[in-house]
């Protein structure tokens, strides 16, 4: 079993910056792709940003220039730096990643708890 553990939502004020962390754990032989969804209240979830293993990202329109995503293959994690934060922000904030699993020896998809962030004055 592969866990992931986010950190680093809040509460900002509407042009402020967050990161955000996610830390996967567990029977990791390899991690693969890793990404950021979001979800807000009444909407569906979405694609924020995604970023494969070797390194290619791909960002939501609404996201480009004011966030960006990267990784640590030696520990597992990967970032979400927020700036320019607006109120269309607001939403719970999930971590992705696809993880070939020591113990099935397949990969699989796992998803965080979610962390909240809310941007508000």
């Known amino acids: 079993q592969v866990q992931l553990v986010e950190s680093g939502g809040g509460l900002v004020q509407p042009g402020g910056s967050l990161r ?3 830390a ?11 990404g950021w969804y979001r979800q807000a209240p009444g909407k569906q979830r979405e694609l924020v940003a995604a970023i494969l293993r070797g390194g290619s990202i791909n960002y939501a329109d609404s996201v480009k220039g004011r966030f960006t995503i990267s990784r640590d293959n ?28 020591r113990s099935s020896w397949r990969d699989h998809d796992y998803w965080g708890q979610g962390t909240q962030v809310t941007v508000s004055s």
């Not at 996967?24 to 991690?31: D, H, L, Q, Y």
């Not at 520990?75 to 070939?100: F, G, H, I, R």
Request: aromatic share 12%; net charge neutral.
């Open 20 to 22: 955000l962390s996610c």
């Open 24 to 34: 996967a754990s567990g029977s990791i032989f390899r991690t693969n792709a890793m």
């Open 74 to 101: 030696t520990k597992n994690t990967v970032y979400l730096q927020m700036n320019s934060l607006k109120p269309e922000d607001t939403a719970v904030y999930y971590c992705n990643a696809n993880v070939w699993d």
